[in-house]
């Protein structure tokens, strides 16, 4: 990791920005799981190069945050991903008192969590005052989601989900800091 932080990969001097996705399995950590997160807070502690985790349907966050923290990673520079597969605020709210980011990357995936949930959400994380740490994206992950492929595309965050997260109390400057401001400033 350090490598390709610093020198570039696969012998090119195209050098990595983030570390990640690092995950976990769902409810818990593999021992190869554990060796990754481990390998992975080395790497930052070397590099100050932010980290971005996978949780899997949003388990095993709290656990990823106390892993991090036990470790003496530096909490600014992680993200932990796709909580809003929880459906639980309180469960996000806690990681957020941690000092880590959250990512509600997982916007279209109705079939995992109903979008206005997860707009519901949002609007409870800026009432409490975490509107800088939070992300805002999609994980479009198969050709399926593509939209020549008949699925909601790329444009469906912007089109329908910003849409609805504004209609439902989440301020414009909340949008622009998930898309825009938040992952700037994590990634200076």
Do not use: C, W
């Amino acid at each position: 990791m350090v490598n390709e932080i610093e020198h570039g990969i696969a012998g090119t001097a195209i050098k990595a920005q983030i570390i990640g996705e690092i995950g976990t399995s769902k409810n818990l950590m593999t021992t190869r799981e554990q060796k990754v997160f481990t390998a992975s807070v080395i790497a930052q502690e070397q590099t100050n190069v932010p980290i971005t985790t996978h949780t899997t349907l949003g388990t095993y966050g709290h656990e990823q945050v106390a892993f991090f923290k036990e470790q003496h990673a530096n909490l600014e520079k992680i993200v932990i991903g796709h909580v809003d597969l929880t459906g639980d605020i309180n469960y996000i709210l806690e990681m957020l008192d941690q000092g880590v980011y959250v990512e509600f990357d997982t916007v279209g995936k109705e079939n995992y969590q109903p979008d206005l949930v997860r707009a519901k959400m949002l609007k409870e994380i800026e009432r409490r005052g975490y509107e800088d740490k939070v992300f805002l994206s999609m994980d479009i992950t198969r050709k399926s989601n593509l939209t020549y492929q008949g699925g909601i595309g790329y444009s469906y965050l912007l089109d329908q989900f910003v849409p609805l997260a504004l209609e439902n109390g989440v301020s414009e400057q909340f949008i622009q800091k998930m898309l825009r401001f938040n992952p700037q400033t994590f990634m200076k």
